[in-house]
């Protein structure tokens, strides 16, 4: 099956968060491996926690080890 996201008409660098996004929103569960306060994992990373997603970040269960 192929879904066509949202966002595929408008620019190549918006379409990439408009993706991020509509992949969220579909989930019950996201993955994010962040190493930096900003760039878009982290600004996806943040849109997730506000939508009060359940989260699993390898990362820091790594550091935990």
Partial sequence: ???V???ADC???RAIQVRNR???DGSD???FYVRHNS???Y???CYAKSR???IREPGAMLSEL
């Fill in 52 to 54: 009060g997603k359940d």
């Fill in 39 to 41: 760039g878009g994992a």
């Fill in 1 to 3: 099956e192929i879904e």
């Fill in 43 to 45: 600004q996806s990373f």
């Fill in 29 to 31: 569960l996201c993955v």
């Fill in 22 to 24: 509509h992949m969220i």
């Fill in 5 to 7: 996201f949202p966002g």
């Fill in 11 to 13: 620019h190549f660098k």
